[in-house]
């Protein structure tokens, strides 16, 4: 299983960015995928996350703001990021895992700054 994270980048506060998750299988295997973010320094954190039931969680840090969703035709999971903050500056990972393997993709880095 390969996941191939994109949409990272510099953005202005008060800015939009869509990240994307592509699969390299069908989506529907996985029983969770979720997005997460490093900061310098710190351990990777839960961002949100979505079942194959469309349950979502997201951290309070972001709820409201940030919307993930998958797209089982294309097999790519999102994340859709509005009203950026500069706290939100940080390399954003996915995650799929099903029963007890997990899977990640390369990190993108987002960048909010004026």
């Known amino acids: 299983v390969q996941l191939q994270a994109s949409g990272g980048g510099l953005v202005q506060p008060g800015g939009s960015l869509r990240l994307s998750c592509a699969t390299s299988?069908?989506?529907?295997?996985?029983?969770?995928m979720g997005w997460y973010r490093q900061f310098p320094g710190k351990e990777r954190e839960l961002v949100a996350d979505?079942?194959?039931?469309?349950?979502?969680y997201y951290a309070d840090s972001v709820k409201g703001r940030f919307t993930i969703s998958r797209d089982n035709a294309k097999n790519t999971l999102y994340l859709q990021m509005n009203s950026l903050k500069p706290d939100d500056t940080a390399i954003y990972y996915c995650?799929?895992?099903?029963?007890?393997?997990?899977?990640w993709g390369q990190g993108t880095l987002v960048t909010v700054s004026s």
């Open positions: 979505i079942s194959r039931g469309y349950t979502t």
């Open positions: 299988g069908n989506i529907l295997v996985f029983d969770i």
């Open positions: 995650k799929s895992a099903r029963a007890t393997s997990q899977y």
